[in-house]
């Protein structure tokens, strides 16, 4: 099994945006502001022109990056669930590619929650100090296998609310673990490029992930919330990047209200290109 990335940055802020590129902005926001409002008047000019309402646009969305990435899965490599919550842990701000390069080996050398809770803190912390924050990570790692074991007689909890109490465990790890561990689909996973992309294609105007999470559960098809994180993290890392994004090559150019060749603002930042 595998799967992808799940970190969030922060984009950095350019200029402050003038008044026209407010306006501009304000303009595209209120054209699909209400999930289920009718569009106003769209100006003549050439821009990407969204769906009429939010539902409509997470549609047409799904519908053509399924067509994009017929085969968008998880990257990071696991075996049982522990494994999963272990990697989905280590990947905040690291790269899949450096995951899998560290649990491979980790993976083989501790077998079950006992042996991480057990694991001195030294030698688990250079186990998996090419990862970023490795010292903290680590901790988390033996201070949740320690309450696995404790409390949930050496299983990994199959709720939302026994996840996050879990050390080192939040509401965006705790949905990848109920997704991919226990088939329970109760959320959308936000991470930064499906903060990014919800943003940047008009779904959303909210900046939190939570947030992110509550406006895309009322417009993303239900049957769709898993694999809708699925096709926004491969269609950011092929097109949709957070600096450049390719707009001349995206499926999505004609219904992005901040396709690069016609907007002034990139609206998953806010701020002008």
């Given at each position: 099994?595998?799967?992808s990335?799940?970190?969030f ?6 200029n ?14 209120d ?6 409002a009718?569009s106003?008047?769209?100006q ?6 969204p ?10 969305i799904v ?8 085969d968008?899965?998880?990257?990071l ?5 522990l ?7 280590l ?8 995951v ?9 050398t501790?077998d ?6 057990n694991?001195p803190?030294?030698?688990l912390?250079?186990?998996?100090n090419?990862?970023?924050?490795y010292?903290n990570k680590?901790?988390?790692i033996?201070?949740?296998?320690e309450k696995?074991?404790?409390e949930?007689?050496g299983?990994?909890?199959d709720?939302?609310?026994e ?5 080192g465990v939040g509401r965006?790890?705790a949905?990848v ?5 226990h088939?329970i ?9 499906v903060?990014?992309?919800s ?5 959303t105007e909210e900046?939190?992930p939570?947030?992110?999470?509550e406006?895309?559960i009322?417009?993303v098809?239900e049957?769709d919330?898993q694999q ?7 269609h950011g890392?092929?097109i949709?990047s957070a600096?450049n994004?390719?707009?001349g ?10 396709e ?6 990139d609206?998953a930042?806010g701020?002008?290109?």
């Open positions: 099994m595998v799967l990335c799940l970190s940055v922060t984009v950095s802020p350019a402050a945006p003038s008044h026209a590129t407010t306006s501009t902005a304000n303009h595209r926001f054209r699909i502001a209400n999930p289920n009718e106003p008047t769209v003549a000019e050439a821009m990407g022109t769906r009429e309402t939010r539902t409509e646009q997470a549609a047409e519908d053509r990056l399924e067509e994009t990435y017929p968008s899965t998880i990257s490599r696991y075996s049982n669930r494994e999963l919550l272990i990697a989905v842990i990947s905040a701000q690291c790269t899949d590619e450096r899998n390069k560290e649990t491979e080996p980790l993976f083989e501790y079950g929650p006992e042996d991480y809770a694991a803190q030294e030698e912390a250079e186990a998996l090419s990862i970023t924050y010292n680590a901790e988390y033996r201070n949740a296998c696995i074991v404790e949930h007689d299983e990994v909890p709720t939302m609310s996840l996050t109490d879990l050390p965006k790890t949905n673990v109920l997704q991919h561990g088939d689909v109760e959320g959308i996973v936000v991470d930064t490029h903060q990014r992309l943003r940047r294609l008009g779904l900046s939190y939570e947030r992110i999470e406006a895309l009322e417009i098809p049957d919330w809708f994180t699925h096709l926004c993290i491969d890392r092929a949709c600096q994004p390719d707009c090559d995206c499926v999505l150019a004609d219904i992005c209200p901040s690069k060749g016609d907007s002034e603002i609206l930042s701020e002008p290109w």
